[in-house]
């Protein structure tokens, strides 16, 4: 009997009434199935507690929630600069789908290696790349993370191990490949995290990348988001098997399907994979559930879905059912989250600010970065 | 423009069964680029084929209807996602009819947006049209005004061998005349654009707009430029240019892609080939600055070319 959890943008629907929803009971195809995983997964955290750092302290979970937060209303701010004109190009929103990279991210130790396609931000601010250079980047400032010169689409922070923003569907799979091939190479015992759609999924490079990742047995860990459109087409209209992981069977790597609107849910099953790929098993393969609350991009006109089904998406919020949980665990109080939420407010009008007042690109950065030398 | 495509693309649907459109987002949606609004709802999902994104199967998809007898438009939904599908434009399409000795066919229309300016970041900003026409074999289409779109387009579509055609994504919004009548145009005929006396400006596609506004800006200056639109990259048809460069002794090559071996490279070696008795003045190219383009607007502007770089050239050469 799941409940109705959502995040309200102004934060004014009454909390009592949030219920924790069990997401297994959303997707019959895993049905009970998961539950057993998660026992399993708890208590197999209970063995590698110390080395996977699964606990989460009580600041650890409020530094997640305020994560969610903030790439929830970065987006929002983003939207609406976009249509002040303030941001050009293409701009892909992360709303509702926050807990999957969040989830990834917190599982992740600092040797392990994110790269994402061009929906990115939600992995940007995740890494810890500040709100500041996120906003700045997409108004094309200097300050941004890749200096003005890549915008929305392509932000990396290479110290923070995070590899880009990539917009070329699919393209880097193979290069995912090849970054976990430079760590087994190099005996290092680093993951690559690679995060693709489920359009992805029809491309020729996500085939030739992940069977090699099998033949060599890479150490990379294989996120499909899993949103249910390729732009505005359906899983089913483009895609001859509709649960992805099946794919992965198909190259003998061990797969899941794992609940993207539950964050704990996605990072119980990331320490788990990257238990498994560190241990020297190969590569390991995700189906994330989630869903996109807006647009492909901006400026969609949405022909192919009924505003029934974002509502009903909408009412299984994961900032909401993150907070249900916070907050029925006792891990912390409505009024904590309350604080935060307010907080962010106030990081973003700074965000803004330092982006709207920074410099644009000295004209000479044109011609700098084509080459090494 | 937009219309214009879309015209000729509903009009030769209506009139040969064995065409059809399959690409990304080309049905239900109604195209990216809104070209093939109200089709998937008119044409039903045997002929308005939405495709997974998958450009090698799009394309590859495409030759191997097109040698059974087919008439396909695999759209691709910008060029740039034409790399993905290179092997099948540059080894399959452009050589299977001289490689089997004539045997097959591969009646292939393959149409690409293309073009800067829109902030779009490096990947998704290219103008790599001359890429496609440096392989024999394959025909490649760039119209710069919304008449020549529609007819060039309707020539494509009966064409037997494989066209790439190039659509300007800043172009689409442009308004121009397009008949009622059944019109084609041919392919691999460049056109004058302008008459003018004292200088040939030869350009195509997006450039041909700029160009125009800068010759608008050289008349008030009493200087009279003759613009040669060519419209297709292979077959060159360089007699224009070269009847309106022995008038005028004097040219500027205008194109958006990048300078180093393009447009400009080619068109100006032919001249010096051909006409070198006439060369009154060093031909001027006008390109892309030889950057990866940025997604920074005005970054981004300074790398292209702009009306004020054509003026300049113009006046350089005179
Ligand atoms: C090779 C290539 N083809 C087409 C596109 C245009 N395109 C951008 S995003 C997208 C849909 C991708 O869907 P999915 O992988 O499910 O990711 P999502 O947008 O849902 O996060 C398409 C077709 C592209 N960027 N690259
Ligand atoms: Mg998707």
């Known amino acids: 009997m799941p409940g109705v959890v959502v995040y309200d943008k102004r934060m004014l629907v009454p909390h009592s009434g949030r219920r924790m929803v069990i997401s297994a009971l959303r997707w019959a195809s895993i049905g009970a199935g998961v539950r057993v995983d998660l026992l399993l ?59 999957v990279s969040t989830g990834l991210v917190a599982a992740r130790q600092p040797q392990d290696r ?3 396609a061009y929906r990115d931000h939600g992995v940007a601010i995740n890494v810890g790349i500040p709100a500041e250079q996120v906003m700045a980047e997409l108004l094309g400032k200097a ?58 999924t029809n491309i020729g490079f996500f085939h030739e990348g992940v069977n090699l990742s099998k033949v060599w047995d890479l150490p990379v860990l294989w996120v499909c988001e899993n949103n249910q459109y390729g732009m505005g087409t359906t899983i089913d209209r483009a895609s001859a098997v509709s649960e992805i992981r099946q794919k992965a ?87 904590e989250l309350d604080a935060i939420d307010e907080s962010v407010e106030g990081e973003i009008q700074t965000a803004v600010q330092f982006a709207e007042s920074s410099p644009e690109p000295a004209p000479e950065e044109l011609f700098t970065n084509v080459y090494a030398e | 423009m937009r219309e214009a495509i879309s015209q000729a693309i509903w009009e030769e649907m209506e009139r040969d069964e064995r065409v059809f459109i ?9 195209g990216t680029y809104a070209v093939t609004k109200g089709f998937y709802d008119h ?85 790599p049209d001359v890429i496609f026409a440096h392989f024999p074999g394959l025909k490649v289409v760039a119209p710069g005004t919304p008449y020549d779109a529609k007819g060039l387009l309707k020539s494509a579509i009966r064409s037997d061998d494989p066209v790439m055609f190039i659509e300007h994504s800043t172009l689409y919004q442009t308004r121009g005349e397009v008949p009622e009548d059944e019109y ?25 707009d700029i160009s125009t506004k800068a010759a608008d800006q050289l008349a008030k200056e009493g200087i009279e430029a003759e613009i040669v639109d060519l419209r297709s990259l292979r077959p060159l048809d360089m007699d224009p240019v070269l ?26 070696s032919r001249i010096y080939e051909e006409a070198f008795d006439y060369v009154d003045a060093p031909i001027k190219r006008v390109a892309q600055t030889e950057v990866p383009l940025p997604y920074n607007q005005a970054l981004e502007q300074s790398a292209l070319p702009q009306v004020e770089d054509v003026v300049k050239a113009v006046k350089e050469v005179l």
Not at chain 1, 148 to 153: A, E, I, W
Not at chain 1, 171 to 194: E, F, K, R, S
Not at chain 2, 22 to 30: C, R, S
Not at chain 2, 190 to 205: L, N
């Open chain 2, 43 to 127: 044409f039903g999902s045997k002929r308005v084929r939405d495709t997974p994104i998958a450009e090698a199967a799009i394309v590859g998809g495409g030759i191997g209807a097109a040698m059974v007898g087919m008439r396909p438009i695999a759209e691709l939904m910008t060029i740039n996602f034409a790399f993905v599908a290179m092997d099948h434009i540059v080894n399959q399409a452009a050589k299977m009819r001289y490689m089997f000795g004539g045997q097959m066919s591969v009646p292939l229309v393959i149409r690409a947006v293309g073009g800067g300016g829109r902030q779009l970041g490096a990947t998704h900003s290219q103008t």
């Open chain 1, 249 to 335: 069977e198909g190259y003998g790597i061990p797969n899941e399907r794992v609940d993207g609107m539950n964050v704990m849910e996605v990072r119980e099953a990331t320490l788990k994979a990257l238990e498994f790929i560190r241990s020297g098993k190969g590569p390991y393969f995700m189906e994330i559930m989630t869903y996109r609350y807006r647009g492909h991009s901006m400026g969609d006109p949405e022909r192919y879905r009924d505003s029934g089904e974002v509502k009903k998406w909408q009412e299984s919020d994961p900032i909401g059912i993150y907070r249900a949980y916070l907050t029925k665990e006792k891990i912390a109080k409505e009024k």
């Open chain 2, 243 to 268: 009847e309106s460069f022995r008038k005028t002794n004097r040219a500027v090559i205008v194109e958006e892609g990048w300078r180093s071996y393009g447009v400009g490279s080619e068109i100006s």
């Open chain 1, 143 to 200: 300050t941004g993370i890749s200096k003005g010169k890549g915008g929305s689409m392509h932000m990396a922070d290479v110290e923070k191990n995070f590899w880009g923003g990539h917009a070329i569907v699919g393209a880097h799979l193979p290069i995912a490949a090849g970054m976990a091939l430079g760590d087994q190479y190099a005996g290092n015992d680093g993951v690559t995290i690679c995060m693709f759609g489920d359009g992805a």
């Open chain 1, 41 to 99: 997964n708890r208590i197999m955290q209970l063995f590698i507690a110390t080395e996977g750092n699964s606990e989460m302290k009580k600041n650890d979970h409020l530094d997640l929630y305020h994560q969610m937060v903030l790439i929830r209303r970065v987006e929002e701010r983003a939207a609406e600069l976009y249509q002040q004109g303030k941001i050009g190009g293409f701009l892909h929103l992360y709303i509702g789908q926050e807990a």
């Open chain 2, 22 to 30: 399959m690409g990304e987002e080309v049905g239900v949606w109604g």
């Open chain 1, 114 to 116: 994110m790269i994402t």
């Open chain 2, 184 to 208: 084609t145009v041919p392919i691999g005929k460049s056109k004058i654009q302008r008459p003018g006396k004292d200088v040939t400006i030869v350009t195509y596609s997006k450039m041909l």
